[in-house]
């Protein structure tokens, strides 16, 4: 067996051990159970503490660490997300008529994970995996509302704030008004700022810990998705942001 193979299979066992575990483990009790040597043992949890894989207590035992939780829990909440907001995206479709989308944040772009559709040619919108830009779409707004000024900053140092259509939001002093107005009213819109004559309405999804994890949104043609419906539209958004919310044990 390969040598890389072998201390990756010598970590995994460690850290199934220790997922196992109802307490933290000493080197000799991981050495024990693994059959490994406790020179191997203590060089791997070196390592892996290192990374923040797994924790070092004061009394010199070790247990699952929370970099590696987080990574767990952010790949069961994406698969809990889709699952329990399925429904409820099928119930806004057929309520309302428009795409409804589920997305979530990467950096300064929207990932769509989830698409319910309408009319066969109208499928020229955005596809599940499709990335766009957060600034110029309604689950974008909804997605980086949340971030302060300083990390806002940071975002935006890095990506340009391009132009698709005269209604394109340009400047980072005039999206900060706007994610305050989002905030605020608990929505958002992307008026014909991504593609001409397509207009979004967007709302967040929150988890368990109040943190904004995705966001749900219904769009279609400027024809169909028109000023008189906007009221309407945006209530039932909210609403479907709310039942998934609460899905996901989100505590208002």
Not at 17 to 37: E, F, Q, W
Not at 63 to 82: A, P
Not at 182 to 187: C, M, S
Request: proline share 3%; net charge neutral; aromatic share 6%.
């Amino acid at each position: 067996m390969d040598d890389s193979v072998r201390v990756i299979d010598r970590v995994f066992a460690i850290l199934e051990y220790l997922s196992k575990s109802n307490a933290p483990r000493g080197p000799t009790d991981i050495a024990a159970v693994t059959g490994m040597h406790k020179s191997t043992v203590h060089r791997l949890l070196s390592s892996m503490c290192g990374g923040g894989y797994i924790e070092k207590t004061d009394e010199g035992t070790y247990h699952i660490g929370v970099k590696l939780v987080g990574i767990v829990s952010n790949h069961i909440n994406n698969l809990e997300l889709q699952t329990e907001a399925r429904p409820y995206l099928n119930d806004l479709h057929a309520e309302l008529g428009l795409i409804v989308h589920l997305g979530i944040l990467d950096g300064a772009e929207v990932i769509y994970v989830e698409k319910i559709d309408i009319e066969r040619n109208l499928r020229v919108y955005a596809q599940i995996g499709m990335r766009v830009p957060t600034y110029c779409s309604s689950l974008g707004k909804c997605l980086i509302a949340r971030l302060s000024g300083d990390e806002l900053n940071s975002v935006f140092t890095r990506h340009t704030l391009e132009r698709f259509t005269p209604n394109t939001i340009t400047s980072l002093h005039r999206l900060k008004e706007c994610l305050r107005e989002v905030r605020r009213q608990g929505w958002a819109m992307d008026n014909e700022e991504y593609i001409v004559g397509h207009r979004c309405i967007g709302a967040p999804i929150f988890d368990y810990r109040g943190e904004v994890i995705a966001a749900v949104s219904a769009s279609g043609p400027s024809s169909l998705l028109n000023d008189e419906r906007i009221p309407k539209v945006k209530e039932s958004v909210i609403q479907t942001a709310k039942r998934i919310s609460h899905r996901l044990c989100y505590q208002e």
